[in-house]
């Protein structure tokens, strides 16, 4: 079995910060391509973030340059630093990854439980 365990989410003021954090566990051979995604009241799930077992990123164009996604492999964490949070950052956010496990001959997706981030005065 395998498990997707996030934390970090919370309330916050408009141009604050928040660091998210997911944590893989279970029976795992290998974690491939590890992202964040979120979602809004009313709204579809959307990408926010992504990063590859060899470090490649990629962002949602509304995140560029505000959000930074980071891994360690040692601990089969993806981390999500969120600075200058807007309220249009509200959403629940969800940690996905690709995971091969030990006793199955190919990889499938994961998804962790979503925490909720509020970005509010």
């Known amino acids: 079995q395998v498990q997707l365990v996030e934390s970090g989410g919370g309330l916050v003021q408009p141009g604050g910060s928040l660091r998210l954090s997911c944590a893989a566990s279970g029976n795992i051979f290998r974690i491939n391509t590890m992202g964040w995604y979120r979602q809004a009241p009313g709204k579809q799930r959307e990408l926010v973030a992504g990063i590859t077992s060899g470090g490649s990123t990629k962002y949602a164009d509304s995140v560029k340059g505000r959000f930074s996604v980071s891994r360690d492999n040692a601990k089969n964490t993806v981390y999500l630093q969120m600075n200058s949070l807007k309220a249009e950052d509200t959403a629940v956010y969800y940690c996905?990854?690709?995971?091969?496990?030990?006793?199955?001959?190919?990889?499938?997706?994961?998804w962790g439980q979503g925490t909720q981030v509020t970005v509010s005065s």
């Open positions: 996905n990854a690709g995971i091969l496990r030990s006793d199955s001959p190919s990889s499938r997706e994961y």
